[in-house]
């Protein structure tokens, strides 16, 4: 587990933990007692730490290197998710995967970001940044999914669509401009959730959803913080201020009415404790399919196209 | 027989004045600027379209005095309560509503082109450098809805930066709010021509620029999703001048027609017409 | 004007004209007179020729250099062209072109192949042979033609889809199925018309339509005879046996019932008169464009779904 | 301690005896009878997949005793009187009638699968190379039909060289054909499960293979629509071995999922839970 600077409390304790554990090969009872006590000193400090997260360490906190990624929630939420590959174009990019998959009682389609956890893994998936294939692939399964009126699930972990020159070349702006366009149509629900990174134009291309739920540890901004400041600041350094300026956390974007709901993450964030973590995301998934699967699909895509026309603060 | 050519002295060009010549922002040529206002900001020798407000635009678009604006009192807000190092974005936004008049990035409205009834959106980069932004967001829905209502084709001028960054998250989903009103135009086929000027980049170029029926775009225009400097740095190399231009997109598949401004009227005429059902 | 082998009789005559012109700059009326005869002797061995081509010949008439292409039909039978460009997906392939085009009163989307006249034409578009981008530029137009019902006017004209490897890679027999799908399904009339070469998947792939016409000297087949030829008897020379086996010209594919009309050409072929040739050929098109114009889509693409299922002969 | 180790003797490879050994036409290594078919034609070695006849795809496929023909008897015919030099096309598809009991390159029925009843069609190589014919097109249009009618899931297995020329431009007209009752089948929402096995080329590839709901391969299919040697004409250089696999076909967007045979009835099984509506 790799700590953060601002865990610092933390790593004091696992190291004293692991000093005691290593001079005492055979512990007696009161060193057990003060381990035990320790271990009780970490939980309370992690809980004071992640209870009052600064923008930026929050920011760090969604990118930590043992976050959770979209296989880590396939493996842990789904029963079963069988991936189809290809947007019948042009090519099957690996920063956006996708396929069927059971959740609880319900037959979806699952779509989202890959960043991959290895680095061959990262280079293959453009550290998850997607191209345009992929979201042409997105689509294609969510137009499949409309066809037999399976629920979309997208899920959303990316620091922004891939900037390249071969993305713009094939129509990054088109795909994912299409992609808000079809969404909106889409005759079937749309559960979206922001499980890391909410990258700009790269995270609203598969985020217009009926649900739109939030991780509490994510971040969702229409610029990252380093590139906000150095727009504005002229001075990346300051990506702790344009983080706070951008209000990009779970709690500023529900009081803005971005997003629908706070998914809670485990002591410590989503990184510490998997399975609380797929326990809590999964549930909170089903729910809102069973509640959505309750409307009909008309009244559906009419909300749907309330809720984002209702978008905007304007005077 | 050279010596019956006289060799021509190199006549000592006159200073320009600024009152009557015009420089061409690209190829710097000097130009009349009567001719320059005539030839509707085109440069004749290098065929660059200086970028037009709002009001120049709808002049040359709509027939004369039929413009009825829809939405004019919307206006920018701030809802992040934005500050960066150059001051409030409430004063700057401010600021710039007093030089330009303009309340947001975005001037929508009703008028008649050829005599055919259309509803227009009009960027003007002047104000904040077209940036999208809540304001931009709710006029061109409320432009589109009224595009709707009516059965009139529905004609959108993009010049933009991006999204407006600060207004934070609140920028950014004004890309599926625009788009969800073109997915109602589409389904109620209702035609929708956007017509990319110079530039239209970023959270615009990756919204409703790109879903049109027909794309239309400037000569030379600047047209793209991300930062020609953040490519430069991803695939570490430099990009030909050629890239992101609108002949680019044309080339690339994602622009129908590229129509030089004084046949842009003619040209939306000549393709409502066939969009008429 | 290029005279083909076959046509040597019509070439001795041109000579001859040639000759006495030249060697009477001013010619008695009795040198006058002789060549006002040649000139009705060309015309009759032209008509005695051209009633009577081979299947191999009526290839080569099709494939005749001063034969008209799509840009002379658009000049010579559409009142405007709008041409629109771009696939929205990767490029715009310059061996399939269209847009919005008037004839007569009809307004329509009109699509085709381009083999290009000048070298450099030729090149650009891969000398009428579109690429998967061309067949989705096509779709994309059609789709637009049956947003606004508009009918789609199809000119064929390609000795087949682009047999190169990125062609393959970016997936020509998904866009020619593709566009098979589509256009059978297609909510708007379609009139194809065979202007030279209709040349296999390349051509049905812009080729399913309601009526099929195909100007007389035309030919359309599943492959070339060159290549029939190369499998069959393993002998690329054989082609006018294989032309001939194959039944590629427009009375067998009448009889065949795979077309519906023959567009009679101008005696000698469309290439040696353009006006009559696009006079006819408009003429034509109207008429099936008025024809169509009084029929329900919903007749027009049950009768065209018939019209495909009945095309077979089996036991 | 190099000593202790005893040199391996090259065991004297026993002469393969036809009746119990097979040889992998991909990798040559010797394959015991039994277990190569209960591998299901499968090597184990290199994982080739050998390709199957109609009747050995629908007993790996179908439920016991399930499997009903639809068009059965519907069979080539020669409209254009085809002629070549080894003879007359009828008398070589007689002839190939006569060594295979089939009357064309496709079986088309119904059938149960794991329960729930599908419509199948399962083309044969071993009828003129499994080419697309009159013939071919009505047995699938027959079966599109009764699927549509039934609302019964069409499940097409693709083995075919492509257009069969003996039957000209009619052969080519199979490929609207069985398009068209697809755009059916779409639009009453029918499922359309495209497996493509080896070869999909040509008239096949660019027809009904390419427009399923989900495209399954088999492992390393060729998969393709112009052939390899014409493409190699044409851009002057050799192409690689994975060429037009399915494997590159995956990689380039235009398969779902890669199948292993052992897999392929749960599979398909699987998926057509997620279409049942
Ligand atoms: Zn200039
Ligand atoms: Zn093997």
Excluded at chain 1, 31 to 54: C, G, H, M, S, V
Excluded at chain 2, 222 to 235: H, Q
């Amino acid at each position: 587990m790799t700590n953060l600077d601002f865990e610092k409390p933390v790593s004091d304790i696992e190291s004293r933990i692991a000093d005691l554990k290593q001079m005492h090969p055979s512990p007696s009872s009161e060193i057990e007692a003060e381990i035990r006590k320790l271990k009780e000193d970490q939980i309370a400090n992690l809980k004071r730490i992640y209870a009052d997260l600064t923008p930026w360490q929050t920011v760090q906190v969604a990118r930590h290197p043992d976050r959770p990624l979209i296989r880590d929630f396939i493996a842990g939420v789904c029963s079963e998710f069988i991936e189809l590959h290809g947007d019948r174009l042009f090519g099957d990019d690996q920063g956006m995967i996708g396929g069927f998959a059971t959740i609880g009682k319900h037959r979806v389609v699952l779509i989202g970001h890959q960043k991959g956890r290895t680095l061959e893994e990262k280079i293959k998936c453009n550290f998850g940044q997607a191209c345009p294939e992929g979201y042409r692939k997105a689509l294609r399964l969510m137009k499949l999914a409309e066809k037999y009126h399976l629920p979309v699930v997208s899920l959303i972990d990316t620091p922004g669509a891939f900037p390249g020159a071969d993305a713009e070349e094939r129509g990054q702006a088109e795909a994912i401009a299409r992609n808000l366009m079809e969404m909106a149509a889409l005759h079937t629900p749309i559960v979206v959730i922001i499980t890391g990174e909410g990258g700009s134009g790269g995270a609203i291309g598969i985020g217009v959803g009926d649900t739109i739920l939030m991780l509490s540890h994510a971040v969702y901004s229409v610029i990252s913080p380093e590139g906000c400041a150095s727009i504005l600041w002229r001075d990346g350094t300051k990506a702790a201020e344009a983080a706070n300026a951008l209000k990009i956390t779970a709690k500023s974007l529900l009081s803005l009415k971005v997003i629908d709901e706070i998914i809670p993450e485990p002591v410590g964030g989503a990184h510490r404790d998997y399975p609380s973590t797929m326990k809590v995301v999964g549930k909170s998934i089903e729910r809102h399919l069973d509640k959505l699967s309750h409307t009909s699909t008309h009244k559906i895509v009419k909300r749907r196209f309330e809720k984002f026309a209702a978008m905007g603060r304007f005077k | 027989m050279g010596w019956f050519i006289k060799k021509q002295q190199p006549v000592a060009k006159p200073e320009p004045r600024e009152d009557i010549w015009i420089q061409c922002p690209s190829c710097k040529a000097h130009i009349f600027k009567d001719e320059w206002e005539k030839d509707l900001k085109v440069c004749k020798e290098c065929n660059y379209h200086e970028r037009l407000t709002w009001k120049e635009r709808v002049d040359i678009l709509l027939d004369p005095k039929s413009f009825k604006e829809i939405a004019s009192r919307i206006s920018f807000n701030d809802p992040l309560k934005f500050s960066d190092a150059k001051g409030s974005y409430a004063s700057k936004a401010a600021e710039n509503r007093g030089k330009t008049g303009l309340n947001e990035s975005i001037v929508t409205g009703t008028g008649k082109l050829h005599g055919v009834r259309v509803t227009v959106a009009v960027m003007d980069f002047r104000f904040l450098g077209g940036s999208l932004a809540s304001g931009t967001g709710e006029k061109f829905l409320q432009a589109g809805m009224f595009a709707l209502k009516h059965k009139q084709p529905f004609i959108v001028f993009s010049a933009s930066g991006g999204a407006r960054m600060h207004e934070g998250i609140i920028s950014l989903m004004q890309m599926p709010k625009t788009c969800a009103v073109l997915a109602r135009l589409r389904e109620a086929k209702v035609p929708y021509i956007s017509v990319m000027t110079d530039p239209t980049t970023g959270g615009v170029s990756a919204s409703y620029a790109m879903v049109g029926d027909i794309h239309i775009a400037e000569p030379r225009a600047l047209i793209g999703f991300a930062g020609r400097r953040v490519i430069e740095e991803t695939i570490k190399q430099k990009l030909p001048d050629s890239f992101q231009t609108a002949e680019y997109l044309l080339a690339h598949g994602f622009v129908d027609i590229i129509v030089a401004r004084k046949d842009m009227k003619d040209t939306l005429h000549r393709l409502m017409k066939y969009c008429s059902r």
